[in-house]
């Protein structure tokens, strides 16, 4: 199958780090993604990271890949009331011109 | 990154009527996909539209009821045929980057009453 699982809240005080988990089944994985949607907008990618990978950061944001155990995380550092949002959990198989297979995204609250 | 732009942003329209989204992409793409967001819930593929083919649906999606047109690289258009309240979605396009890279629009929020 080509479920992708997410918890679905998360809840954390400004300035602490939160850590969003997800895992997947398909091991043909090619590509792994985060995407933030905030309120009435659509999705944003926020970072990608490809299977051959273990990690990748890109300022606050820190991605890591188990691909032992088909487990992805999305660690924001710093965590700021703007972060307040759901974030998706997504897998490709292809090159980046296939679709994706979402989970059913991780609702952030951040509390001030 | 590609700049992706879909109209109408939102629209309420009357059930048994057919609303028309179009997607517009500011650089030439060969594939554009489709995907649905009913109301909590996560992101569903539609279809796939390729540029000079018919588009490729997924199951449980069928032409007669979304009829997909991709007429150039840079532009599609979804209809949603014969509307009920349960098509009351988001629905977003989207389309490849570099490698990896996928992007979307703002998506096109539809309530039918």
């Known amino acids: 199958g080509e479920d992708v699982e997410q918890s679905l809240f998360l809840s954390v005080r400004e300035g602490d780090s939160s850590v969003i988990n997800c895992t997947y089944t398909d091991s043909s994985s090619t590509y792994l993604y985060w995407y933030k949607q905030e309120p009435g907008a659509g999705l944003q990618l926020l970072t990608y990271?490809?299977?051959?990978?273990d990690m990748k950061q890109d300022q606050r944001l820190t991605v890591l890949l188990n691909k032992k155990d088909k487990h992805l995380s999305l660690r924001i550092a710093d965590t700021q009331t703007g972060d307040s949002a759901i974030y998706f959990c997504?897998?490709?198989?292809?090159?980046?011109?296939?679709?994706?297979?979402f989970g059913k995204g991780t609702r952030l609250s951040v509390i001030a | 990154s590609a700049v992706i732009s879909q109209k109408p942003s939102r629209d309420i329209c009357q059930r048994g009527t057919s609303l028309t989204i179009q997607c517009q992409v500011d650089?030439?793409?060969?594939?554009m996909f489709w995907y649905r967001q009913q109301p909590g819930q996560s992101l569903t593929l539609i279809a796939t539209a390729n540029q000079g083919s018919e588009a490729t649906y997924e199951s449980g999606f069928v032409i007669d009821k979304f009829p997909i047109s991709r007429p150039n690289l840079t532009f599609s258009t979804l209809t949603v045929s014969n509307m009920s309240p349960e098509d009351s979605s988001i629905y977003l396009c989207?389309?490849?980057?570099?490698?990896?890279?996928?992007?979307f629009g703002e998506g096109s929020r539809l309530t039918v009453l």
């Open positions: 989207s389309v490849g980057g570099g490698p990896g890279e996928l992007f």
């Open positions: 997504a897998e490709s198989r292809g090159s980046g011109n296939t679709p994706l297979v």
């Open positions: 990271i490809f299977s051959n990978m």
């Open positions: 650089s030439q793409v060969t594939m």
